[in-house]
C-alpha cells in the first residue's frame, strides 16, 4: 500500500473514527509488528517498544521511520517460539493473513492473542486479490502471493469488531497471469484481549 495511506489511514486513525480505539495517550508501550516487511505501519502507533518480525530479510534494509524499533527474520507462523504469551500490549498483523494458508493464518491469528496483552489489529483485502508477483521489486514473489482470502463476517465471527473501507491499489502489474482490480475493499479489525 503507497506510504500515503499508511500516514493518512494509520489503523489508530481508522478505529478512531469508527469509534474502536479504546486506549488513550501512554497506555500502549509496546508493539509487536507482524510481517513488518518495508513498512513498519507500528511508527504511526505511540509507542516506546516496537519490534518488527519478518522472514524476509531484504525488506529490513528498506525500512523507512523516524522512531525507534528493532527487527527480527523469523517465519511469521511460527511466532509462539520466540514470544511469550502477553509480551506486548498490542499485536499488528497488517497486510499479512492473506499472504498465508488459511490453516496457518488462524493458527497466526491464535498466536498474536496469545502473545497480546491488550489486543490484536489485523489488515486484510475483504475477499480474494489475486497477487503472486513482489510489488515492491525486492524480489520476495514467494512471499507476496496471496494464498487466502478473508471476509470480515470471518472475522467478526472469531470476535473481532471491523471497518471495511474501500481502497484504490496502485495500478501496477501484480499477478503473472491475471489482470487484477485495483479498486478493492480492505478490511481493518480489531479485538481486545481482557
Known amino acids: 500500500m ?15 473514527e469508527a469509534g474502536l480505539w479504546p486506549w488513550k495517550e501512554g497506555e500502549i508501550v509496546s508493539i509487536l ?3 513488518c516487511g518495508l513498512s513498519l505501519k507500528s511508527k504511526f502507533i505511540p ?3 516496537r519490534v518488527g518480525v519478518d522472514i524476509y530479510e531484504k525488506y529490513f534494509d528498506h525500512i523507512e521511520t523516524d522512531v525507534p524499533y528493532v527487527v527480527m527474520k523469523y517465519d511469521v507462523r511460527k511466532l509462539d517460539e ?5 509480551s506486548f500490549d498490542i499485536v499488528l498483523a497488517l497486510d499479512i493473513i492473506e499472504h498465508i494458508e488459511k490453516d496457518e493464518a488462524q493458527s497466526l491469528i491464535k498466536q498474536c492473542e496469545k502473545i497480546a496483552r491488550k489486543g490484536v489489529i489485523l489488515e486484510t483485502p475483504n475477499g480474494l486479490v489475486e497477487q503472486n508477483l513482489d510489488i515492491t521489486g525486492h524480489g520476495g514473489h514467494e512471499f507476496q502471493t496471496h494464498r487466502c482470502s478473508w471476509t470480515d463476517k470471518e472475522l467478526q465471527g472469531m470476535g473481532y469488531k471491523t471497518v471495511v473501507r474501500d481502497y484504490q491499489m496502485a495500478d501496477i502489474k501484480r499477478h503473472t497471469d491475471k489482470e487484477v482490480d485495483t479498486h478493492i475493499q480492505l478490511i481493518d479489525a480489531i479485538k481486545l484481549i481482557k
Open 47 to 49: 509507542a516506546q517498544i
Open 82 to 86: 520466540i514470544f511469550l504469551p502477553n
Open 2 to 16: 503507497p506510504k500515503e495511506d499508511w500516514a493518512k489511514n494509520t489503523v489508530k486513525n481508522i478505529f478512531t
Open 33 to 35: 509488528d507482524v510481517a
